[in-house]
């Protein structure tokens, strides 16, 4: 059995405990051991509560965020980068108290396109306020996964390459990259050949479809990915992201430009997609047997 994760969007965008109950619920009986909680507000939930019955059920859970420009820690203005630096440092501690290890998306920079490019300094600025981050991070046992995103996300860290280069410079054991197939997908010059690279410094993995929506209905070559995963020995996570107009979510909805729909039924949406990852390394399995 893989171990397979699922983004809480496919579920639902809310936080009330009704739609944090389903949502584990249907992560647990569709067979996912692990749980996504994307922008999940603590002044909104029960941490204690969550945590509870996140432990209960066995499952884990990972927290993702994408920095907003307030808090933009490759700013200019120190005033931004400390607000971004107090966004990351409670997140992380948000982690540690739903019972996580793993912090993940866009960390490095805010999530959203830009309207003018990185400068050296704005890139010195990133690295060194994530690296404190990730030292406060280490102590709570938690890591930092620096999601890798298309241009029109973030003007930083756009493949994995540059994300190692970051990571190199933070000089910190505890960062990683997140990786999304949806977002190498228009970025890498070779997917699989990215993710042998990145070997031994991936900390995090989304699987997405080129639209977003149903996995093998899109463009990717989930072949290849399958294959590298295997040869790498990925035994971590793989964790199923998927957006339609069914779900919307007032940032990341427009942050991602969620202008279609492309499932109503997010239980079939989520059973194919545990299927379609189980047999895809399933399968890359038996070829390199
Ligand atoms: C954004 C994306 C997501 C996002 C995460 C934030 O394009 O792919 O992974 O960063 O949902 O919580």
Redesign the pocket.
Known sequence: MSKIGV?SFVWSAGSSRGELETALDNTQRLGYRLIEF??LDPAQVDVKWLAGRIRERGLDVAI???LPPEGDISSADPAIVAHGVDILDRAVALVRDLGGTKLA??LSSA?GKQEHSLSRKGWDTSVAALSKVADRARAAGVTLNL?I?NRF?SNMLNTAAQGMAYIRDTGASNVFLHL?T??MNIEEADVGLAIRHAAGKIGYL?VGESHRGYLGTGTIDFPAIFDALVAIGWDDYVTF?SFSTTIVDKD?SLK?AIWRNLWDDNVALARHAHRFIELGLETARLKQA
């Open positions: 983004h994307s922008y993702s965020m994408g998306g866009i999530h999601e995103v996300e999304d949806f977002h989304h992201e990341l991602t």
